[in-house]
């Protein structure tokens, strides 16, 4: 997966390689973020969540030095950015947005990217859903070396209705309870607020 964001030479590399680059930074709950990406981990590695383990304060992606918990500290990620980039360059916006009108945010970005914001892209086929298998063999095989190796080479239809299947195969993970979530957020408190103020955008949605 990109990691243009948490690594810390990425921002004066792409300064250094395309100095009028655009960049454009989707943020989302940091909590939901360490979460989703424990989530993709239990996935990649063949696990399955297990509540006893993982929803606990002693669970180990909630511990603060973890990496799921650093890097959904947006501030210190994103201040490279800011301090290598004009601001007229950088684009940053919220996944909640998008979840509430993804063609209007779709169609933002075309225009900060100087591309026909009219164009109408394909907003039914789900891409990279999130979540945990029904079946973990079905999630072993979408996911494979193999299926990744001849994915540029896969027609769009047949790629989509992989995609499809691979969604049906998928099931939402359970809430994070009241308490858990709440810790959580008192983690990343003083890092909202620094963001909030990094970007010019109220997140007290978040808190």
């Not at 916006?93 to 509430?100: A, G, P, R």
């Not at 990217?113 to 990279?128: F, K, W, Y």
């Amino acid at each position: 997966r990109p990691c243009y964001l948490e690594c810390p030479q990425a921002a004066g590399r792409i300064r250094g390689l395309i100095p009028r680059a655009r960049i454009i930074c989707c943020l989302r709950n940091p909590v939901d973020r360490a979460y989703s990406d424990y989530q993709m981990y239990l996935r990649s590695s063949g696990q399955r969540l297990d509540p006893v383990r993982d929803l606990t304060p002693s669970a180990a992606w909630v511990h603060p030095d973890s990496h799921w918990m650093e890097i959904s500290r947006y501030h210190g990620q994103l201040q490279r950015y800011f301090d290598a980039f004009s601001r007229e360059q950088i684009h940053v916006y919220l996944f909640d947005d998008f979840q509430k009108n993804s063609l209007e945010v779709t169609q933002d970005v075309y225009r900060f990217l100087n591309v026909d914001p009219t164009i109408v892209p394909d907003m039914d086929t789900p891409h990279n859903v999130g979540g945990m298998p029904s079946s973990m063999l079905m999630e072993g095989m979408f996911t494979s070396k193999a299926v990744a190796a001849v994915k540029p080479w896969i027609p769009r239809d047949v790629a989509n209705w992989v995609r499809r299947l691979r969604t049906r195969n998928m099931r939402p993970a359970p809430r994070l309870p009241a308490e858990l979530r709440q810790q959580l957020t008192s983690e990343f408190r003083s890092d909202i607020a620094a963001t909030s103020k990094l970007i010019g955008r109220s997140l007290d949605h978040w808190l």
